[in-house]
């Protein structure tokens, strides 16, 4: 089985900040990592998504997140945060072997300071 | 095109009483995925339906909790005997082939609520 920790249940930056948002994984087998983007009543959006090709990944809007097994993490960044980044972000993992929904970290809430 | 859409939005029952909640998935899209999102917390899976497959209702919690697919179209979720614990914003997805790497778009979800 796989899960997710998302360290930082709310984060806040100032807007032109660096946003770095953490997702470590685990699994015993190579996993798939996405991350998930949702806005104030909406649904989830993909944002980026691992699929054992390039380690580091860019996804809409300006965000990237790098693969790392050593340190068994997917972090999710972006160089500079706009207002209209603040959102609830959600780290997500599938793996071989397992059923085929996710299974989702608990999410972090990023707010953006003017 | 049109996403994956669900309804009602909100629905508040009392303690009790059956709940039905339905998805209308992206045309085309075989899989479909119910998932529960508990306030401040992150989505638990629920059920998977891929194409004519048996589903998987490994995530269900309990018996309450049924779900059916008509082809691969429309989806109802269904909780009998509602709790307070039950309370919760569903979630529904779809994906075109039910890859593990496919992307899932998600529904607005229905927030419901037991009083």
């Known amino acids: 089985a796989q899960s997710v920790t998302q360290l930082g249940s709310h984060v806040s930056v100032s807007e032109g900040a660096l946003v770095l948002l953490r997702c470590n994984y685990s699994?015993?087998?190579?996993?798939?990592l996405f991350w998930y983007v949702q806005y104030p009543n909406q649904g989830l959006q993909l944002l980026l998504k691992?699929?054992?090709?390039?380690?580091l990944v860019k996804g809409i809007n300006g965000f990237e997140a790098e693969f790392k097994k050593s340190e068994t993490s997917f972090h999710l960044t972006k160089p500079s945060a706009h207002m209209s980044d603040a959102a609830e972000y959600f780290c997500?993992?599938?793996?071989?072997?397992?059923?085929?929904?996710?299974?989702f970290g608990s999410g972090t809430r990023l707010q953006v300071q003017p | 095109g049109a996403g994956v859409s669900q309804s009602p939005s909100n629905k508040v029952t009392e303690k009790g009483k059956d709940v039905e909640l339905r998805c209308d998935p992206i045309?085309?899209?075989?899989?479909l995925y119910w998932y529960r999102q508990r306030l401040g917390q992150g989505l638990e899976f629920l059920i998977y339906?891929?194409?004519?497959?048996?589903?998987?209702k490994s995530g269900l919690p309990s018996d309450r909790f049924s779900a059916e697919r008509t082809g691969e179209s429309v989806s109802t979720l269904t909780i009998q005997r509602t709790q307070q614990e039950d309370s919760a914003v569903y979630l529904c997805?779809?994906?075109?082939?039910?890859?593990?790497?496919?992307?899932?778009?998600f529904g607005p979800g229905t927030r419901l609520t037991v009083l």
């Open positions: 997805a779809s994906s075109e082939g039910g890859g593990l790497t496919d992307t899932q778009y």
């Open positions: 339906f891929q194409g004519n497959s048996a589903p998987d």
């Open positions: 699994s015993s087998v190579p996993p798939y």
């Open positions: 691992y699929t054992s090709a390039a380690t």
């Open positions: 045309s085309g899209h075989t899989a």
């Open positions: 997500a993992v599938s793996a071989p072997g397992s059923r085929r929904a996710l299974t």
